[in-house]
């Protein structure tokens, strides 16, 4: 099936009408081709949400919100058909697609729909001088978003739909690797009414699509989740145009767990924060780190419940590991274990590929875990994104810290423990934008989510993404 471009609430061919496959995880098969756009496609897609800004910055909030909940509405009804098309694209369980890409799709925009509407802005008496000041929130213009594989149709929706709720148009691109449902997205936008003009969705590469959207001097903000390397290129590129720049990038998070924790909790939820998604979350706990007392029974018990996890197709319900996103994806995470013993890791379980029956091209991985001796090596300092943990013990608090926090990411850390002392302690020191305390990704959308240190700059969520679309712009009257 060929995707196309939405450009101004159609769909159109690349300008010059050069294709890129895009392949099934689950079988390494090409299934379609998706437009090569170049710079001339961006910029019709700008000048399509340049044309409609008047209309829709002047749009009521009542029916900005209307158009946004209908939205989410419709991708409810879609919910098989879009759960299919993103296990299809990306190899991940359809259980999973189900379950959380597409309803929290749909959540992004329920809740900014409903968010814009309590959006409310300062106002300060100057008292004694006779002036009042005020805030007013306006939206940027034509703001580009650009979201990655991992998360498809969740990370797409989750920087459009606060990005239009505020009252701005879109030059959107997601990953190349997978297109698909942003393409559906389209069709949606179009049946629940959104204004012709106010989402754009371009395809093709990140070195030439993404990148014209980034040079491109009127587009005035960005909004970016993806690798550390390409955030620290974007930055750059966008820094001579002063543009807006949220960047939610990689994670290498510990997963710290005490030996006062509530043991089998512990144990169920670190096999999810682990493997989900093939480990292919930014929120992953990659670097468990366990107190020396009870290191020994969780390796055996940690051992025993993924080697229980089921490696199979996407489409087969009870699959708990899908297919890894992509060939090359799937290499660099190979490369990763095949290298693990000089640096003196000792894999505790899988490290091998896994050959499907009728999808022997596919590229399924077992689950890993990986014994290390020390946090410096590279298996903990790099983000290696796939069904690959390391871990190792812990003597004192003080040093569970200390090897949390020497890395140069810090996106979320977990920790698991019925201190409380503790807990407060360890969650004001642990250098990271997330902390989640006996629990892993548990999402409420009012939260600021983003990192700090190489994971990125600037938060989304909740009415931080509401801040980061619009301009401040300060009233002051004397009377
Ligand atoms: O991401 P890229 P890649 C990490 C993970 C992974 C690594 C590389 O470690 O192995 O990043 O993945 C677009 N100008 N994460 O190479 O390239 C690109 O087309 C503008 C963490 O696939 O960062 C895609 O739409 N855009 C992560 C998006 O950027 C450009 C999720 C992300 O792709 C561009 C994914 C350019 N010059 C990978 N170059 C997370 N934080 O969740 C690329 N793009």
Known sequence: MNIL???????????????????????????????????????????????AFPIWSKTTL????RILIKISELLEANLQRFAEAESKDNGKPISLAKAVDIPRAASNFRFFGNAITQFASESHESVGQNA????????IGVVGCISPWNLPLYLFTWKIAPAIAAGNCVVAKPSEVTPMTAYLLGEICNEAGLTKGVLNIVHGLGGSTGQAIVEHPDIKAISFTGGTATG????????????????????????????????????????????ANQGQICLCGSRIFVEASIYDKFKIDFVAKVKALKVGHPSEDD??????????????????ITNAESEAGKILCGGNEVTLKGYEKGYYLQPTIIEVKSNSCKLNQEEIFGPVVTTMPFETEEEALELANNVKYGLSATLWTNNLKRTMRMSNDLQAGIVWVNTWMMRDLRT?????????VGREGGFEALRFFTEAKNVCIKY
């Open 319 to 336: 699959t708990n590991i899908g297919a890894l996103v992509s060939k090359s994806h799937f290499e660099k995470v190979k490369s990763y």
């Open 62 to 65: 009542e029916e900005r919100s």
């Open 132 to 139: 009042i000041n005020y805030t007013l929130r306006q939206p």
């Open 232 to 275: 620290t290129h974007i930055a750059k590129v966008a820094a001579p145009m002063f543009k807006k720049l949220s960047l939610e990038l990689g994670g290498k998070n510990p997963n710290i767990i005490f030996a006062d924790c509530d043991y089998d909790d512990m144990l169920e939820t670190t096999v999810r924060s682990s493997f």
């Open 5 to 51: 471009n939405y450009i101004n609430g159609n769909f159109h061919n690349p300008i010059s009408n050069e294709w890129i496959d895009n392949y099934n995880p689950s079988n390494g098969e090409v299934y379609g081709q998706i437009p090569n756009s170049t710079k001339d496609d961006v910029e019709n897609a700008y000048i399509a949400a340049k044309s």
């Open 448 to 456: 600021p989510f983003g990192g700090v240190k190489a994971s990125g």
